[in-house]
């Protein structure tokens, strides 16, 4: 069964850093896409990222282009979201996921973690 655990969420100031990581367990995920998204409150959920656990060029959608990077630890069984110049739009419980690279949905989610950001 696959698992996502994600870690790192907080309070941060606008301008500040957080680093956001997913534990995956269950399966070998070779063969799979990694992703993170955000929900902010009364929103729907917004995809942020994406990476293929075997490689290549990371996904990224417009609002977080340039601040945030997505990259994955195969040694690990981990990826994370490195998220810089934070801005309070960016208040919301994100999560990450992941499916294999023939699925167009995303099968597994982590629980969510919140991050917040005080301008």
């Known amino acids: 069964q696959v698992q996502l655990v994600e870690s790192g969420g907080g309070l941060v100031q606008a301008g500040g850093s957080l680093r956001l990581s997913c534990a995956a367990s269950g399966r070998t995920f070779s063969s799979y896409r990694m992703a993170w998204f955000r929900q902010a409150s009364g929103k729907s959920r917004e995809f942020i990222a994406a990476i293929l656990w075997s490689g290549g060029s990371p996904l990224y959608a417009d609002s977080v282009k340039g601040r945030f990077t997505i990259s994955r630890h195969n040694a690990k069984n981990t990826f994370d979201l490195q998220m810089n110049s934070l801005k309070p739009e960016d208040t919301a419980v994100y999560y990450c996921?992941?499916?294999?690279?023939?699925?167009?949905?995303?099968?597994?989610w982590g629980q969510g973690t919140q991050v917040t950001v005080s301008s």
């Open positions: 996921a992941a499916t294999p690279i023939s699925e167009s949905a995303y099968n597994y």
